[in-house]
Each structure stands twice: as structure tokens, then as C-alpha cells.
């Protein structure tokens, strides 16, 4: 019996798939006895694919994404992520996996309300080995690249608007450079207008070839994927390719691939840097004038160097003095 029969799955697990989930079931157990949100889903996203998914409300779309993020462990069924059984990865591992490789976006933002804008978004940094005082420079990088001015990266970050708010949390999912960028309903919140500025973020995140996973209810948000995923009760129910195909847009193996190819900033730059007014389509309405060069900002902000996280392999030692600020001691 194959419940949620697998879509576009069938082939061989390749190196470019970033993920692979098959026969995936959650059940929630519930005073009013188990609840299954997922009754067996199958499907990959693959490297450099931008997937949207949509379905009703109760769906399982979170529970998916939960379980996606490496937030929540299935109750039964298989998750490659990157190739690796999740099921075999310890509590710290997955704490790891997540830190370093998976960049969220949630509907309600989840900032950390009493630290700053530029620490909420330095705060997965924190994990990795990127030097202290690099840490701070990609995070206003990231910052200016979304559109948030630096008089407000001192503000605590419930003391911003909600566009703003998501700005920031965008901002916080790319300054790690993750191999994977999952949104649960990053809109849902935003007015229209706010939306659209976060929606052009997703767009400018496609064009890099940045692997999404976003879910959304709005047709529009969903038109700019790759790829649409139905979900009901729980099933996969439809799949509709919008664009692409195959989904392998990035020929090398996963290990090897690093965003970073040398001509990819300039791609970027033209597609944002040329004209004024669409630079401040793509990249909001920030002011350029703020920036000594818009173009190498955007550069930084999604296209680090990974090399220069080596620079000095010392610097996890003063992980503590960071993690203070999240432990709200103030
Ligand atoms: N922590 C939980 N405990 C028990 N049941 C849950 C829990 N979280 C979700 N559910 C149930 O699982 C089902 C799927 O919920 P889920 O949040 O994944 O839906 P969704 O598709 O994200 O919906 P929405 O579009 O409203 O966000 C629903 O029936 C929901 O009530
Ligand atoms: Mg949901």
C-alpha cells in the first residue's frame, strides 16, 4: 500500500539532492488520542531548487517543515538530508545540522525579542567558526542587504515593525550561508506591500540558486518556485512544475559545491546593481547611497566565502560570551 505514493521520486538519490524523505508519518499523540498530520509523504528537493508548498489549513505543512528543519523527528519514514539518515544523527548533531546548514524564516519571525537586530542576526554565527569580528560585519552586511537601515540594528528586535521584524529574520536564515532555506508562511504576517519586498528577497534567492523550501497560502508567493507541492490531510496530493526541471540546476556533488562560484556575485550584480529602480525592487527600498557599493554588499550578504570561516579556528572559545546575550541575562 503506498499512502502519498512518492512524487517525482523513483530515481536514484543523487549528490545534488538536498532532500529526500519517503513514507514520512507523524502522529501527534493527543488527550484526544493520536493525531496523524503526515500519513505518508515521499518526495526531494534538489540542490538549487526553489519549492513552494501549498494545501489547506491542518494540512501537515508545518509538521512537514518541522520535521524538515530537523525541529521534530518523524514518527515512522526515511529523511536524507544531504544524503545523511537524520534518524542517525545524535540530538547534538541535529543541533549542529541545523546551525549550520539550515536557514529558517517563520511566519511570526522568531526573533529574540529582548537582544538587538544585529544580534539576532549574528546569533548563528555564534556556531560556526567565523571570527568574532567577522561576525558582526556579515550581520550588518545582511542586514543592509534586506533593506533594514543601521539606525535600526541597535534596536531590540521587538521594537521594529513586523516587515521589518522579517527582514531581520531573512536577514538571520542567509548570513550562515545554509545549504538549505526553509519558510513557513513568511508573508502570512506582512501586509501587502511588506510582502512583496519579502517575496523579492525569495526571488533574488532563486536566481542564486539557493535551495528553498517555502510554504505558503498565497498563489503569487507560490508562482515564483520551481516547483509547487500540494499537501492534504496529510498526503501529497499534486505536484506542478513551473519551471526548471529535474530540478539540477547545479551539476556538482553537494560536498563539493560551494555557492561561491566566481562568476555568481557578478550575476547577482546585474541583476540588482544596474538600473536604480529595479535595484530597489530586488533588493527593497533601501537607500544604495547607504552603501559604499551595493554590489559587493549583495556579494557578501549570500555569497560568503566559506574559506574565510578558516581564518582562525580559535575563535569558537568565545562562544559563551555570545550565548549570554540569548540567555536573556542582561
Ligand atoms: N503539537 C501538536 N500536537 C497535536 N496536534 C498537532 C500539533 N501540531 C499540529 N497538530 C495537528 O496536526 C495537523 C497538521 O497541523 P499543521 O500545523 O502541520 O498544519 P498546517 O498545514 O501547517 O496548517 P496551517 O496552514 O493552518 O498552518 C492539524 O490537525 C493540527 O491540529
Ligand atoms: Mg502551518
Avoid at 560536498?255 to 556575485?265: G, M, Q
Avoid at 555570545?322 to 541575562?329: K, L
Amino acid at each position: 500500500m503506498s499512502v502519498g505514493k512518492a512524487i517525482g521520486l523513483g530515481e536514484e538519490p543523487t549528490m545534488s539532492r538536498v532532500i529526500e524523505i519517503t513514507g514520512l508519518h507523524r502522529i501527534y499523540e493527543t488527550a484526544a488520542g493520536p493525531t496523524p498530520a503526515l500519513r505518508g509523504v515521499s518526495f526531494y528537493v534538489d540542490k538549487a531548487e526553489f519549492v513552494a508548498i501549498m494545501g489547506p489549513s491542518g494540512s501537515g505543512k508545518s509538521t512537514l517543515m518541522n520535521i524538515l528543519g530537523c525541529l521534530d523527528r518523524p514518527t515512522l519514514g526515511r529523511y536524507l538530508f544531504a544524503g545523511t539518515d537524520v534518524a542517525s544523527l545524535s540530538d547534538n548533531q541535529l543541533a549542529d545540522l541545523r546551525a549550520t546548514q539550515i536557514g529558517f524564516v517563520f511566519q511570526n519571525f522568531n526573533l529574540l525579542s529582548r537582544a538587538t537586530v544585529l544580534r539576532n542576526v549574528m546569533l548563528p554565527l555564534v556556531y560556526t567558526a567565523c571570527p568574532h569580528a567577522e561576525r558582526e560585519q556579515r550581520a550588518r552586511t545582511a542586514l543592509r542587504a534586506v533593506g533594514i537601515e543601521e539606525e535600526y540594528f541597535e534596536h531590540k528586535s521587538n521594537e521594529i515593525s513586523g516587515g521589518q521584524m522579517q527582514r531581520v529574520a531573512i536577514a538571520r536564515a542567509l548570513v550562515n550561508n545554509p545549504e538549505l532555506i526553509l519558510a513557513d508562511e513568511p508573508t502570512g504576517n506582512l501586509d501587502s506591500a511588506t510582502g512583496e519586498m519579502v517575496l523579492n528577497t525569495f526571488e533574488v534567492l532563486r536566481r542564486q540558486h539557493r535551495t528553498i523550501v517555502l510554504i505558503t497560502h498565497n498563489e503569487e508567493v507560490a508562482s515564483r518556485a520551481d516547483r509547487i507541492l500540494y499537501i492534504k490531510d496529510g498526503l501529497l496530493v499534486n505536484e506542478e512544475r513551473l519551471r526548471g526541471g529535474g530540478g539540477a540546476r547545479v551539476a556538482e556533488p553537494m560536498e563539493a559545491a560551494e555557492p561561491v562560484e566566481s562568476d555568481e556575485p557578478a550575476e547577482f550584480a546585474d541583476e540588482t546593481a544596474a538600473p536604480a529602480d529595479e535595484t530597489a525592487d530586488l533588493a527593497y527600498d533601501f537607500d544604495p547611497a547607504d552603501l559604499d557599493d551595493p554590489a559587493e554588499t549583495a556579494e557578501l550578504a549570500y555569497d560568503f566565502d566559506p574559506a574565510e570561516l578558516d581564518d582562525d579556528p580559535t575563535e569558537p572559545a568565545d562562544l559563551p560570551d555570545e550565548g549570554s546575550a540569548a540567555d536573556g541575562h542582561s
